[in-house]
């Protein structure tokens, strides 16, 4: 982004709800029910057709046509965003929506009682999750038909002593994560989200999840008269100094509630008691009971659907949330039925991982061997007493994992940036992503393989190269390959303004997903039995 679009940036905030419209939210699908839509109030009411979505819940999107090939799942997936401002608020919806499918809750720590025709699912650090479904028709070395992707993005984080002031205003100190657009960050209604370890009456320490919705924090830019080279030499703030958050003005009572703990206490309190304060009124608790916190900076602007014809979802976390979303409701609307698995022999899997942002290198990223765990612990549950040549390994042979990131959509104003004949264009289908250098972990029998699953299933697919002029950036794929040699394919869904505090995709892409995830389930065992190479 150029520093003149950045210094013009505006963030819609939303103020006063309006009456509700029926606006043009879906072209071609009918509209059955009204939504309630906010708008930027400016003393008129929008027209339908500048309304952005505030927060468009699944049962108020309108259905589509009996003559639609399948229900859209963008609704939804739109609900996932809104609630899922962090790794962790990602895995406590896609917990939420498994057991409400009939999905059994898994802990690691016990013994697992597994059965062909079962469902079940655990999760890690509650920022990292493992679902599965049994075929009916399992055998001992039967494969895994994996999909994998993550629940992390990247976004500024809170250090772990936060609390800082300077020239009268209360700030608050953060570290960056992952590789964002930093500088998109700027002038934009900014919250907190994340986990909070707080003490119990009884002594016992709860896990819980705090997300303030309204607009608590802003990292305002530096006016263009006291930086008049800001538009030819470029917006470059320092990290550390300049990409602090602002809290609120410091008030004496402020002033003298810390000046309270402090004497209270060894040392000058790690964050400041009003965001304590804050973080206690949603939490429930006081805020002394509050006794350690694991918080994202998070922009407030909600999910929606943009564009002329609302063809694009503009939201923060499309990388990689939409992907983890398309892999979850693929899941289970595979195996909803009791039919579904009755002719499978094969174990239908996702596995969302944190941390691929920053290498995955973690108990709970993909360079943890959670997933392979997991399998090795469902072959040995499902062998029960049978004994033969080791079925993890024989299952491992015949099992594939499709590695689903975020792709780079073509760039209309920075088309000389893509390999002339490998641009990927929104709403135009799944990409496959390939590397020589095994940046990716496609190779020509993998994406055959995948590409064979959308060819009968009617699906567009496109593929990507990286110019040889240019570096090329990594997934899980590469990762979970050479954990124990698994068959992959890195794919992922076109974007444009990947890693900025707002992203933006393709609405079709969405559903185009789905249907590729869901029919890599239900046809990828037929479509391998047909093909023969190390035999």
Known sequence: MSATVLMAMHHLHFLKPSPTVTP???????????????????????????????????????????????????????????????????????????????????????????????????????????????????????????????????????KPRSASSKSGYLMMNVQTYGGGLWHTWFDRDLSVAGRAIVRANDGSFLHKLVKVERPLLRIPTLAIHLDRAVNTDGFKPNLETHLVPLLGNKHEACTKSEEKISQSSSSKPAHHPLLLQVLSDHLGCSSDEIVNLELNVCDTQPS???????????????????????????????CKQSADLSAEHAIRMIALFDNEEVGSSSVHGAGAPTMFQAMRRIVNCLAQDYVSEDGFDRAIRQSFLVSADMAHGVHPNYSDKYEEHHRPELQKGIVIKHNANQRYATSGVTAFLFKEVARIHGLPTQEFVVRNDMGCGSTIGPILASGVGIRTVDCGIPQLSMHSVREMCGKEDIDTAYQHFKAFYSSFSSIDKKLSVDY
């Open 304 to 334: 929606c659907l943009g564009g002329g014809n609302d063809e694009f979802i503009f939201s923060g976390r499309l990388d990689n949330l939409a992907s983890s979303f398309c892999a979850l409701r693929a899941l289970v609307d595979s």
């Open 24 to 158: 043009r939210f879906l072209p071609n699908y009918p509209l059955s029910t009204p939504l309630s839509f906010s708008t930027r109030y400016d003393g008129r009411l929008r027209t339908a057709s500048t309304l952005s979505v505030r927060c468009s819940r699944s049962d108020e999107l309108p259905e589509i046509s009996k003559a639609a090939p399948s229900q859209s799942i963008v609704g939804d997936l739109l609900d996932y965003l809104n609630e899922s401002w962090t790794q962790f608020h990602a895995t406590a919806e896609a917990k939420k929506q498994l057991l409400a499918a009939g999905f059994h809750l898994l802990n690691e720590n016990e013994e697992w009682d597994l059965k062909p025709g079962g469902r079940y699912f655990f999760t890690r650090n509650m920022s990292s999750l493992v679902a599965f479904a049994v075929g009916e028709k399992y055998t001992l070395g039967s494969g895994f038909h994996v999909i994998a992707a993550h629940t992390d993005s990247p976004c500024p984080k809170l």
